[in-house]
């Protein structure tokens, strides 16, 4: 997470090394290209993969929207949305407790979700066309706090995803079946 608010241009940004593409598809399918080739080189090595895309929508400017996520139609995908979606709703609770979360959890048929091999959670986090999310969305700590909000949900649902082995012949275990 970079921290200054405004972000500059930067025409020489590549996608591992590859220019990026001026077209829209073209960017997804080279993106959807680069995140499946890590992930056949490298899934025998890692028990748990996400690929995860954050997104800043544009919309009609009078709508202000909360994080919406969309999971492929994969049971691991729907599981970390839904890990997700928690994360925030209590991160809501205790930091803005008046305002309420109304962001939702979806399967969407997006290219990017159903394209994408390892299990894909795409992440809306606002409306730039709206003045109060762009406000959001360009202040560096709200960033931070999503990145954060983020990362505590995949640390959750990575605990949930793999099974713990338990040694139950420990002394600080007796008692336990």
């Known amino acids: 997470i970079r921290d200054e608010r405004f972000l500059p241009n930067n025409n020489g940004e590549t996608c591992l090394g590859d220019p990026i593409p001026k077209s829209q598809i073209d ?14 080189r490298d899934k025998d090595k890692f028990r748990y993969v996400r690929a995860l895309e954050v997104h800043i929508d544009s919309r009609n400017p009078k709508e202000q929207i909360d994080l919406f996520l969309y999971y492929a139609d994969n049971p691991q995908s729907r599981m970390t949305s839904y890990t997700l979606r928690n994360e925030v709703l209590e991160q809501y609770r205790k930091h803005q407790p008046n305002r309420g979360f109304n962001g939702n959890v979806s399967h969407r048929d997006l290219y990017i979700l159903r394209q994408l091999h ?14 109060l999310d762009r ?8 960033r931070q706090a999503i990145a954060n909000w983020i990362t505590h949900a995949f640390i959750e649902d990575f605990s949930h995803s793999i099974p713990i082995s338990v040694n139950t012949s420990s002394k600080s275990m007796s008692g336990v079946k």
């Open 118 to 131: 390892p299990p894909a959670i795409m992440v809306e986090v606002g409306n730039f066309q709206n003045t």
């Open 27 to 40: 960017r997804l399918k080279q993106r959807v290209e680069k995140v499946n080739d890590l992930y056949a």
């Open 135 to 142: 406000k959001r969305i360009m202040d560096p700590n709200n």
